[in-house]
């Protein structure tokens, strides 16, 4: 069973820095892709950053320059470090994966979540 388990929330003050830890588990031989998204209070959830095996990323506009996301492919996780934070980075932070290949080579094509964890940046 395919399980992703994030760590790394809090809060902090506007200005500070937190950095964001998702570990996958579950027979996996590589993900395609891994990323967070972001759920604000009153809104839809909505992509933060994302990052294929090979090192392509993408990050919303709002948080170019100050995230910065990385890999650790054997270890199948991803990580999120977040500076300059500002208090529209509050919400909810979703790790994603998809596109994963097991150990018994199949391939699964689905969308795979973690539970969240709370990032809340004071003002």
């Known amino acids: 069973q395919v399980q992703l388990v994030e760590s790394g929330g809090g809060l902090v003050q506007a200005g500070g820095s937190l950095r964001l830890s998702c570990a996958a588990s579950?027979?996996?031989?590589?993900?395609?892709?891994m990323g967070w998204y972001r759920r604000a209070p009153g809104k839809q959830r909505e992509l933060v950053a994302t990052?294929?095996?090979?090192?392509?990323?993408v990050y919303a506009g709002s948080v170019k320059g100050r995230f910065t996301i990385s890999r650790d492919n054997p270890k199948n996780t991803v990580y999120l470090q977040m500076n300059s934070l500002k208090p529209e980075d509050t919400g909810v932070y979703f790790c994603?994966?998809?596109?994963?290949?097991?150990?018994?080579?199949?391939?699964?094509?689905?969308?795979?979540w973690g539970q969240g964890t709370q990032v809340t940046v004071s003002s």
């Open positions: 994603n994966a998809k596109n994963l290949k097991m150990t018994d080579g199949t391939d699964r094509w689905g969308d795979y």
């Open positions: 579950g027979e996996i031989f590589s993900i395609g892709a």
């Open positions: 990052s294929t095996s090979g090192g392509t990323t």
